[in-house]
């Protein structure tokens, strides 16, 4: 019995494919980390001052290692998204300003309520408090590029959801009825889309640990769950909860901003966006750092705060969807894909309606 099994066992680990040993290996390293993320552009410098001997950061952008083979595909060259961005011009995207909607009845302090204590346990998972005024400068307010990171990648792997369960309870609804969905199904299929394309954006620059992937995992797993449950009771209060998260959102990477250009996160003063957010934000030549990167995710998330909160104002199983409608006179302020009609607390129903 022993000798089958010892000479069984070396044959079990060699038989294993060597990219999932490499993977087994770095995830157990990466669990020792406190934040459970190694932030890429402070590797690098190591990596280039133990090879260079050289000081400072490179402006290039920086990419982590692959945790698996890319498919051995070489005849592709790129795989075009079935969204297209639309372009931001710098000026709409600095006009971005913290807003709040008013909670107006029973339904809207249920979703304010929610996200308060959604945003109670996200600062706690992460790390980050907010100063009040003049506290800026407190030690414990400090946040640093690598803390930055640590909560953006938190916030976009959960913000990727509720735009996936409302587009497919919305998708299997149609289906039911044998009915047409008024255009919402393709709305929030794109936004969670674009969550997404901001969680992909930070993974170039940060490469999340074990400890990081387990509390992603648990938190998606309770927030998808909750929330598709919660869909299928009230879609308005889950559309206003949305729009009042994406509130917090706002406020986040807007703080996020000001501490770039208060010098407060020297790392990211003169780093150049990754490539992937160049190209899916058609980011013009001369406005491609990390604030601006940071500006575009915030036009974004008033983008989502606008849509969500415009849907929650709307009659759920009958009306159109106003982002993909088209009125009959043009002359009209209409809500668009764009952000150059940006209505922060979104549009009232007998404006679009």
């Known amino acids: 019995m022993m000798n089958s099994l010892t000479a069984t066992a070396p044959i079990r680990i060699a038989s294993f494919p060597k990219p999932y040993l490499r993977l087994a290996v770095r995830s157990y390293t990466n669990a020792a980390a406190t934040t459970g993320l190694r932030y890429a552009p402070l ?50 995207m600095n006009k971005v300003t913290v807003a709040h909607r008013e909670a107006k009845d029973w339904a809207d302090w249920v979703a304010l309520g929610t996200v308060r204590l959604l945003r109670w346990g996200m600062d706690l998972v992460t790390g980050y408090r907010h100063p009040g005024l003049g506290e800026e400068n407190l030690p414990k307010f400090k946040m640093t590029e690598r803390k930055w990171l640590t909560r953006f990648v938190f916030l976009e792997s959960v913000a990727g959801v509720p735009g996936m369960v409302g ?50 995992l648990g938190a998606q797993g309770v927030f998808f769950n909750g929330f598709f449950i919660s869909y299928l009771i009230s879609p ?76 929650g104002n709307l009659n759920q199983g009958a009306d159109p969807n106003p982002y993909t409608s088209t009125y009959k006179d043009p002359s009209k302020a209409h809500p668009s894909k764009g952000i150059d009609k940006l209505k922060p607390t979104g549009w009232e129903r007998e404006e679009v309606i």
């Open 167 to 216: 587009g497919m309870l919305r998708h299997l609804r149609s289906l039911r009825r044998m009915k047409r969905d008024n255009g919402w199904i393709e709305t929030l299929l794109e936004e969670a889309h674009n969550e997404r394309m901001h969680l992909l954006t930070f993974l170039k620059l940060a490469e999340p640990g074990m400890f990081m992937r387990l509390m992603v």
């Open 43 to 92: 590797a690098a410098k190591k990596a280039q001052q133990q090879t260079h001997g050289k000081k400072g950061i490179s402006s290039t952008p920086y990419k982590t290692q692959e945790y698996f083979p890319p498919p051995k595909a070489s005849h592709i060259q790129e795989v075009d998204s079935s969204w297209s961005h639309p372009v931001y011009t710098y000026d709409q």
């Open 236 to 311: 308005r209060i889950c559309h206003r909860f949305v729009g009042y998260l994406e509130e917090e959102a706002v406020v986040t990477y807007s703080r996020a901003v000001k501490e770039i250009e208060t010098g407060a996160l020297p790392d990211w003063a003169q780093m150049e966006a990754p490539e992937i957010a160049v190209q899916y934000w058609k980011m013009p030549e001369g406005h491609r750092t990390m604030r601006d990167l940071l500006l575009y995710v915030r036009a974004d998330e008033a983008k989502h705060r606008e849509v969500n909160h415009t849907l």
